[in-house]
């Protein structure tokens, strides 16, 4: 069986490639990549078996590179995790932001059907298709409305909307799933709780003085560690049923002030918070807690991994990053010509 996974020298995109040469050693793995990519995430990747990612190039944006990476791998299970996902990044980016992440899916969609390929494809959504949610509809189910506040969310609704129209017009296998906050080692420092254990992580070695820089800290997230949220990608595709879209979310809320206390807590040093009016958006979703029950259901799926746990690895990743070289040898990956 083989496996493509889009965006995977990205935070997910690693995880899922390293949970799948651990948990499934039978799959054969390939990656998308762009020349620009950064690769520390995924250098260390290998199979105990010897098993290697293999790694094409592709620029989502562009149809013939997408139909290149299709025709190379002819995948099995696609696992559609590239977008341009950095919220405040949509503010200063509408347009890139919703043409990269629409363009790129269409692409990929028309290069499975131009091949006559028939793979089960997961969609990488986003809670932030919620957007503006009241309190009364909390937990959110998947019926909830859609009401977006960002550039991002409103590409994101269109992502999944498009998944729904290639399933229903041309019988694709597509499953969507609406990640809510999931979090964990290797995360990018622009994302709340990497930027927070980042800005400790140097306080502790001196490098920054003991300040916490913050924005808005009243919002409600539910934070799923990034390696239970790879293992229901896994679970979308080989449990869910295609056409259908799915929450994944532990069902527990707290606000980013409580999570900042909680990784507060883990400090080896006394810090002081402050706010950073830069850090705040023209609009900001309130409150996101998930309903996961359909997925649970149709596939069995239960978070696993505490979230202290899930702060603790995050912390002693930044504390490793800043204080030098990562450890650990690079291992083989083959990237075909």
Request: with cysteine; proline share 6%; hydrophobic share 40%.
């Amino acid at each position: 069986m083989k496996v493509l996974i889009t965006g995977i020298t990205g935070f997910a995109g690693s995880h899922l490639a390293e949970y799948l040469l651990a948990e499934h050693p039978e799959v054969e793995i390939y990656g998308t990549y762009r020349w620009r990519s950064r690769m520390d995430n995924i250098e260390h990747l290998t199979g105990e078996g010897g098993e290697t990612v293999h790694l094409v190039e592709c620029e989502l944006r562009d149809a013939s590179s997408v139909r290149s990476a299709i025709e190379a791998s002819r995948p099995d299970l696609v696992f559609h995790l590239a977008a341009q996902s950095f919220v405040p990044s949509s503010w200063s980016q509408p347009n890139d932001t919703i043409t990269s992440n629409l363009s790129g899916q269409t692409n990929l969609f028309e290069a499975i059907r131009s091949l006559g390929l028939d793979p089960v494809i997961q969609i990488a959504c986003s809670s932030e298709q919620y957007g503006m949610v009241l309190p009364e509809e909390t937990p959110i189910k998947e019926t909830n409305p859609l009401r977006p506040l960002s550039p991002y969310a409103v590409s994101k609704v269109g992502q999944d909307f498009l998944g729904y129209q290639y399933f229903m017009s041309y019988g694709l296998k597509v499953v969507r799933t609406r990640g809510f906050n999931h979090t964990g080692p290797r995360r990018g420092d622009v994302f709340v709780t990497s930027n927070f254990a980042r800005q400790v992580a140097r306080i502790e070695l001196g490098l920054a003085p003991p300040v916490i820089r913050v924005g808005n800290l009243d919002a409600v997230r539910d934070f799923t560690d990034v390696r239970d949220m790879v293992r229901a990608y896994w679970l979308a595709v080989t449990k869910a049923r295609p056409g259908e879209v799915y929450n994944i979310a532990t069902g527990c809320g707290m606000t980013i002030r409580e999570m900042l206390d909680r990784l507060v807590a883990l400090a080896k040093v006394e810090v002081k918070v402050e706010t950073d009016p830069a850090r705040l958006r023209p609009s900001d979703v309130e409150i996101l807690i998930g309903d996961a029950s359909k997925f649970r259901a149709d596939t069995g799926w239960e978070p696993r991994v505490p979230f202290e746990k899930t702060l603790e690895d995050t912390l002693d990743f930044w504390r490793q990053r800043e204080s030098g070289p990562k450890a650990g040898a690079s291992r083989e990956l083959t990237i075909p010509s």
